[in-house]
């Protein structure tokens, strides 16, 4: 077993857990473990298969006989899947966001001598007869999101804008605060973070290092957003980004780029509500008769 302890065992634990970080892997699980058959020479002689390490970290798997008298399973992989695989994590429902393909060199009967991993993000199904693909034509599209929150009533208040910041550039989705009520009749402020799932650790140890929280609570929701496609319109002071939302391929709502709307104010010497308004007239304006649906009654802001 003290192979395992070897420099290329090592590195591919190391690298293994860099990528899993990198990533931002919530959570693992695996298929039914192929096991071959035969014997296999290592530095302790000729030992049989599976190896007596890799059946010893297998227990409690599921395994699948492959008919090649090869080794399917090293106790490297045994032990990365031993410790990272033991839930059945799988979403009923996922979008596949990454895959990736790793070939062996033995030949295999019957099959290619191939691992896959597939990289998930969990969905919730829509209505029936609806489609939950981004940009699927849907136009109404459920998602699982991660909400953190934790209440808060010791914390300057100053500190708030900077973990808001750092939430924000570390991948939350949405984060805000609603003032409430706390034992002892102390004002406090209730810190929420929308997150994705593969997020949240990291989003977690960023409310704990930076707030005077001592916990965070975590619970997982579903929400339903719209299609959207950013389009470029032109106004008197300059162009503007406008962001549509479409459900069933209808325009719905129609938000200009406020950052952009506010520097062309500030040039103009107008007011932003100015050219907030005329950019979202002149998104309406070019809507196509598809995009605004059959009862063409335009977008709502």
């Not at 597939?118 to 034509?137: C, I, K, M, N, T």
């Amino acid at each position: 077993f003290h192979e395992v302890g070897a420099m290329d065992s090592i590195a591919d634990f190391v690298v293994f857990a860099l990528l899993v970080d990198h990533l931002g892997i919530a959570t693992m699980s695996c298929s039914r473990v192929p096991v071959g058959a035969g014997t296999v020479r290592t530095q302790h002689g000729i030992l049989p298969l599976p190896a007596p390490a890799t059946a010893r970290l297998l227990e409690g798997f599921e395994t699948v006989a492959v008919p090649a008298r090869i080794e399917t399973v090293t106790p490297t992989g045994a032990a990365i899947v031993a410790t990272l695989c033991r839930d059945d994590s799988r979403p009923a429902h996922a979008t596949i966001t990454g895959t990736g393909t790793g070939l062996g060199t033995a030949t295999v009967p019957d099959r290619p001598n191939a691992l896959r991993v597939l990289r998930l993000e969990p969905v919730e199904p829509g209505p029936p007869g609806r489609s939950d693909h981004a940009g699927g034509g849907a136009g109404e599209e459920a998602r699982v999101v991660s909400v953190l929150e934790c209440s808060i009533d010791d914390l300057d208040p100053r500190v708030y804008g900077r973990v808001t910041d750092l939430l924000l550039g570390a991948g939350a989705l949405d984060v805000f605060t609603t003032p409430i009520q706390m034992k002892k009749q102390r004002p406090g402020t209730l810190l929420t973070v929308l997150a994705r799932p593969a997020d949240e650790a990291e989003l977690t140890r960023i409310v704990l290092t930076e707030t005077s929280t001592l916990g965070v609570r975590h619970r997982t929701e579903s929400r339903t957003v719209l299609d959207r496609r950013v389009v470029t319109v032109d106004t008197p002071w300059g162009e503007v980004e406008v962001k549509l939302g479409l459900l069933d391929d209808v325009v719905v709502n129609a938000s200009p780029e406020y950052d952009e709307c506010l520097v062309l104010a500030a040039e103009a010497g107008v007011p932003v509500k100015t050219v907030l308004a005329t950019a979202h007239a002149a998104a309406l304006e070019h809507l196509s008769p598809a995009d605004r649906g059959s009862d063409s009654a335009g977008a709502q802001q």
